[in-house]
Each structure stands twice: as C-alpha cells, then as structure tokens.
Nanobody, 126 residues
C-alpha cells in the first residue's frame, strides 16, 4: 500500500504561486492514479485535480483550470501541484491521495481515493 506525505504549503499573497509536493512510498506508486483535494474550514473536502497512472491524462475542477497543473515523476515517486495566480478562495488544507484500482463513483469523487496524507496548509491573503 502506498503512503503519502504532502509538503510545500505556506502563506502567500493573492497572485503568487506555490508548488505542492506529495512524496509516496511503495514500489507500486507508478501504477496508481493520484489526486489532489482540499478542505477549507467548515467545508467538505473537494476534488482539485487528478492524474492517471499511464499517459498522464489529467482532470481539474473548474475553479482551478488554467491556474493549477498536476504532474508526477514516477522515478521519484512524487506527485506535484503547481498553483499559479492564487486567490484567497484557494485557502485550504491540501491533501494528496491514491485512487483505488476500481472506481465505484464518478471521476474525482473523494470516495474513490485512499491512502491520504496529513495535508499541507495553503493560505492566500488578499
């Protein structure tokens, strides 16, 4: 089973950029689709981006399209989320997770994911 640890969060100003990293353990990292989620105070955890294990196809929630880029380096067992043009509404704890091999719910549904990390805080000031 893959275990993950997120890093790279911080306090930034609106318009700034950040790159989040998700270091994964386990030799099977490259066979899992991976996702980024976020959770703001008082809100449910929401899907941000997903990347397939092969060919690297990606999906994003509408609010981050054109600003965020998900990528992975299978040789380094690391998942990334580059976030540009950050907005105050992007403030949240960001989590990475592995997607279960068999999808029971719609693409990006939080219930499709397991092996959550502890999260990394991103705070965007206006």
């Amino acid at each position: 089973q893959v275990q993950v640890v997120e890093s790279g969060g911080g306090l930034v100003q609106a318009g700034d950029s950040l790159i989040l990293s998700c270091a994964a353990s386990g030799r099977t990292f490259s066979t899992y689709a991976m996702g980024w989620f976020r959770q703001a105070p008082g809100k449910e955890r929401e899907f941000v981006a997903r990347i397939a294990w092969s060919l690297g196809s990606t999906h994003y929630t509408d609010s981050v399209k054109g600003r965020f880029t998900i990528s992975r380096d299978n040789a380094k067992n690391t998942l990334y989320l580059r976030m540009n043009s950050l907005k105050p509404e992007d403030t949240a704890v960001y989590y990475c997770a592995t997607e279960r091999p068999i999808l029971q719910y719609g693409l990006g549904d939080v219930r499709n994911f397991a092996s959550w990390g502890q999260g990394t805080q991103v705070t965007v000031s206006s």
